[in-house]
């Protein structure tokens, strides 16, 4: 007996509805299992998992809020994904990012900041994060060394330059030599959007950016290049795509985002440098880009999908005492539905008895 | 013993989990899967290795069960990738992230349970060499292993006709199943070996290296064994210079400040990094480019009967 | 909206009640406490402690307390789990890490009704305490026994980050070597981590193949124990008793012993007599202590006591004057005694430790 797929030739509306939901239920139904099995309420612990994140207003801002980074990032790699580009440093670019525009908050402490500051902070994010992403993009087209590898590593050297920064020339001189910048002043705070809660400038940031991407993606010249250098490099090249160009481009432009969602977390959230800023945002991003199918739109729904898987993990810690292991399984029980899932929008699955192929 | 010889003794120790995975993950890497997930195989293999070492008091029976754990959760990811054709990176994350939170489960009961770890086995005459004799025999078993794999696989992929099968279907899969090759079978068999090995590689972390066993131990050296396979350009021999150009590095810089080269030590740590980026790039140039990729690396394939 | 919280808040009480109370009556609905961990609860060391901690808190007031714990927690994510930690009817909360510190004094003040408690922290709110040990008097017995014990005079010491914690602990375990041996030396070696066993151990293997004899870990793996085993050397374990990894090289070990301080503070939210305070506890408080002596003669044992009592008692301290900086400026003369401060705000190695201040 074997798998079959068969290709389907139109993928209705009820389908594409139906598909993430039955993820979420199969993974209800096996988290469920587990949890019983750990002695907890399975009902209890499903509603901590999967409502409660987005049963009030703190709630779903901090939904918002975890989901914000993982939305911008995840947008920009979307674009490098579609060129066939394989940047899966974004967690550097958006250490780097933070680190830039964390710069001029540090400079400026003390001394005269004013509204130019945050802009001017946003923008030495993008751009820092973007410069570190062009090295990649300058080792691949320049030497031909593959931007996995290359992408990989500079992201534990972002780590190290992040921590030598904060252990040596940015510490804190009142901190008591502990490993951390300054906190940022008012005026290099992300202003709070609402009452109650966390929500800040990021979010909608985040929001206008899958908006542009959208559109960029979809309406214009360079969304098609992209996606055909991707699909089709020779087609591209004939058709006169400067393939090298295009490469600068994705990466700058992921670097940028990433970098962009790196200062916005760091003067939203955390208003400090300090080792471990990132809980591995750039590289959660990843799953986000592909669970959203690389398309902008998809980005931020799977990103608030994993947002609220993250604080779900947390709620069931802190509401039945799951350990984090626990949460982990289960989520990485739900993405392998979700990517099943995915597979029944695109395929008719069949069981065939055994027929030689 | 002279100082020299013990830093290369290291270096092997250090390089040989990273090879071991390495290896597996390129044979999967040729057959035309991408399996980002070595992480989360190695660490269950670290965790099932000491847990089964511990339960029934046999070292054989841990590497058994290491290799059974690897190799469970990369059938989970073949169903996906070829039973199922999804995106082969993100279920690679998934497999990751699925593999340090299971591996977190199974092994709590075994959090700080001391072991005795696997002993140095002395190949008779050879181990007499001068210099090269301790070093290369007088190794534990996973080092004589590790050498065995990389001699069997580039046998395998250069010399025999099954490997020829396989890197067919990593080339091109349609050409392959037209000429009536289980493209499939092949991928989740290539598989198979790379969950095997990346488990082999974490039970060498929890039996040998550091006999115990704590949640989140690999420390993210199946990330470095998925860079390394890219460094060798897919070659089995060149994993053998990456796994020891970046073990050898890590050691170096250890040795280094033991001895008081005053650099930061953030510095010292990036170096196996950025060497490892400076190798790449040299060797590239000095090919003068082009990508050697598997050409059908990550593309799901789905027979149309 | 307000109706699912409730339900499920009385839920989550029921739960908590069942588990604590076979009976009904209560005088005290039982405090919680929650536990933010910056670890994985299974890093044996730090975080394990930590848990340790809370259960023999738990073990103490019984059913007077439950616990709540969330580990790993990244610092941008702080501010989210306390809040909810807060919903959840917790009102101390213990952050365990100093990476915690300014988040929890940018949360406490928006939650006056919960205590909180940050491990190694810097300064107090109303309602927040710092609480920390002084390990570095372990330190200085290490040192003791670590010049009775080396051949080659020469300590490794594996270290984690050049912060104050792991500067100022280099620096005792010196000032207890040269107090038995002038001539003793110190190679240190930083892993950039506080939790990698495998790197841990080369790091040892480096130290001991470059000829220390007795290795020093600020790491929280066995690691570096287990291989000072192998390769007959000795080696002094961290967090937990890890006695049993090194049969044949444990000296002893500084084992954390956080439960006691945790009991007592969860009492005091109790009876209300919960007030901010910053404790920086020695041996004598039992917030750590030395696990028993191995390997070493009886005379040894008897000469790493006599030190341990000294200091717990406080007739020894480890920084008395003079002490001179490595370029040899002087940081007091001979007479004085750092004070707590200055202790925290160490930043550079004494004169006698050959190796760069990274």
């Known amino acids: ?357 | 013993m002279t100082l020299i010889e013990a830093i290369l003794l290291t270096v092997i120790t250090a390089s040989t989990p990273l090879l071991i995975a390495a290896i597996g993950e390129l044979i999967a890497e040729r057959a035309g899967v991408l399996n980002l997930g070595v992480e989360g195989m190695m660490i269950m293999g670290a965790a099932a290795g000491i847990a089964a070492a511990i339960t029934t008091g046999s070292s054989a029976a841990g590497v058994a069960a290491a290799i059974l754990a690897g190799m469970a959760l990369a059938a989970i990811f073949g169903l996906l990738v070829l039973g199922l054709a999804t995106n082969q990176v993100a279920a690679g994350l998934a497999l990751a992230i699925f593999g340090l939170g299971l591996s977190g489960v199974l092994g709590a009961p075994f959090v700080g349970v001391p072991r005795a770890g696997i002993g140095k086995i002395e190949v008779p005459f050879l181990s007499d060499i001068p210099f090269l004799g301790p070093l290369l025999f007088r190794q534990d078993p996973f080092v004589y292993a590790s050498f065995a794999l990389v001699a069997g696989v580039a046998w395998f992929l250069g010399r025999t006709r099954a490997g020829l099968v396989l890197r067919a279907c990593g080339e091109n899969a349609a050409a392959a199943h037209a000429l009536g090759y289980k493209v499939l079978r092949i991928r989740f068999l290539a598989l198979l070996f790379g969950g095997a090995c990346a488990g082999l590689a974490g039970a060498y972390l929890s039996l040998v290296l550091t006999p115990f066993w704590t949640s989140g131990m690999t420390s993210g050296r199946g990330w470095i064994a998925l860079a390394i396979v890219v460094f060798a350009s897919w070659m089995s021999w060149r994993a053998v210079a990456g796994a020891y150009l970046f073990g050898g590095v890590t050691i170096l810089q250890l040795h280094a400040q033991g001895a008081g080269v005053p650099i930061p030590p953030q510095a010292m740590a990036a170096l196996p990094y950025l060497v490892t980026i400076l190798a790449l790039v040299l060797i590239m140039q000095a090919r003068g480019g082009g990508s050697t990729a598997p050409a059908g690396l990550g593309t799901p394939f789905v027979p149309d009967r | 909206m307000t109706i699912t919280r409730r339900t499920l808040g009385l839920g989550t009480a029921a739960l908590a009640g069942a588990a604590a109370l076979p009976g009904a009556l209560q005088a005290q609905a039982p405090l919680n406490v929650g536990f933010i961990l910056i670890g994985p609860v299974g890093d044996f060391g730090w975080s394990t402690m930590h848990d340790v901690g809370r259960r023999r808190m738990l073990e103490v007031l019984g059913n007077r307390v439950t616990a709540t714990q969330v580990e790993s927690v990244a610092p941008p994510d702080f501010d989210r789990v306390a809040n909810q930690l807060a919903r959840t009817g917790s009102r101390l909360i213990f952050t365990t890490s100093f990476s915690y510190f300014q988040p929890t004094m940018r949360v406490a003040p928006t939650l006056p009704n919960v205590m909180f408690e940050n491990a190694t922290g810097t300064s107090t709110l109303p309602n927040l305490s710092i609480y920390n040990a002084r390990f570095y008097e372990g330190r200085y017995v290490q040192g003791v026994i670590a010049a009775r014990k080396s051949r080659s005079k020469t300590i490794g010491y594996i270290a984690s980050f050049p912060v104050p914690e792991v500067i100022h602990a280099i620096n005792t375990v010196m000032r207890g070597a040269w107090s038995v041996d002038p001539q003793m030396r110190i190679r240190v070696v930083w892993v950039s981590a506080w939790f990698n066993p495998a790197r841990e151990a080369d790091a040892a293997r480096a130290l001991i193949d470059q000829g220390c004899d007795v290795i020093c870990q600020h790491t929280d793996s066995p690691a570096p124990l287990q291989l000072a085993n192998e390769r007959g050397v000795f080696g002094f374990g961290q967090a937990s008793d890890m006695t049993r990894f090194a049969p044949r090289a444990h000296l002893t070990s500084s084992v954390n012993n956080w439960g006691d301080y945790y009991a007592e503070r969860a009492r005091a939210v109790l009876e209300g007599t919960w007030r901010p305070g910053d404790v920086w506890g020695g041996l004598n408080s039992g917030m750590f202590r030395l696990a028993p002596f191995t390997n070493m003669t009886p005379e040894e044992t008897a000469e790493a006591e006599r030190i341990r009592d000294a200091i717990a008692a406080g007739t020894l301290h480890p920084f008395d004057g003079p002490i001179l900086r490595q370029d040899g400026t002087e940081v007091i003369p001979a007479g004085q005694r750092l004070t707590d401060d200055q202790i925290r705000a160490q930043n550079y190695f004494y004169r006698g430790i050959d190796v760069a201040m990274p």
């Open chain 1, 1 to 357: 007996m074997r798998l079959v797929l068969e290709q389907r030739g139109e993928t209705g509306l009820a389908l594409r509805m139906a598909s993430p939901l039955l993820a979420v239920a199969l993974a209800l139904a096996s988290a469920a299992v587990m949890f019983a099995a750990l002695g907890a309420d399975p009902l209890v612990a499903l509603h901590a998992y999967f409502l409660l994140p987005l049963s009030d207003s703190w709630g779903l801002q901090e939904v918002a809020v975890k989901a914000t980074p993982l939305v911008l990032i995840s947008v920009g790699l979307a674009f490098c994904y579609r060129a066939g580009v394989w940047n899966i440093g974004a967690e550097g670019q958006f250490l780097v990012g933070a680190l830039a525009g964390a710069w001029l908050a540090i400079a400026t402490h003390g001394a005269a900041q004013g509204p130019w500051l945050l802009p001017a902070m946003l923008a030495a994010g993008a751009l820092g994060g973007s410069a570190f992403a062009l090295i990649p993009a300058l080792l691949r087209t320049r030497f031909g060394a593959s931007e996995i590898l290359t992408s990989l590593m500079l992201v534990y050297v972002a780590e190290l330059l992040l921590d030598w920064l904060v252990r040596g020339p940015w510490r804190d001189p009142a901190g008591f030599n502990m490993p951390q910048t300054v906190t940022f002043s008012p005026a290099a705070t992300l202003p709070l959007l609402a009452e109650g809660g966390r929500l800040n400038l990021g979010t909608p940031i985040a929001l206008l950016v899958v908006i542009v991407a959208a559109f960029v993606a979809t309406r214009t010249l360079k969304g098609f290049e992209i996606r055909l250098l991707g699909e089709a490099p020779r087609a591209a090249r004939f058709a006169g795509v400067d393939a090298k160009r295009l490469t600068w481009g994705v990466f700058a432009l992921s670097g940028a985002l990433a970098g962009l969602a790196g200062i916005l977390e760091v003067s939203g959230t955390l208003r400090q440098l300090q080792p471990g800023l990132s809980p591995g945002y750039g590289f959660t991003a990843i799953i986000v880009a592909f669970l959203g199918r690389l398309n902008p739109v998809g980005c931020l729904v799977a990103g608030i999908l994993l947002a609220v898987t993250f604080i779900g993990g947390e709620n069931a810690q802190i509401m039945l005492r799951l350990p984090l292991d626990a949460t982990r399984v289960i989520q990485g029980l739900l993405l392998f539905y979700v990517l099943a899932c995915d597979t029944l929008l695109l395929y008719r699955v069949r069981l065939l008895r055994s027929v030689p192929a």
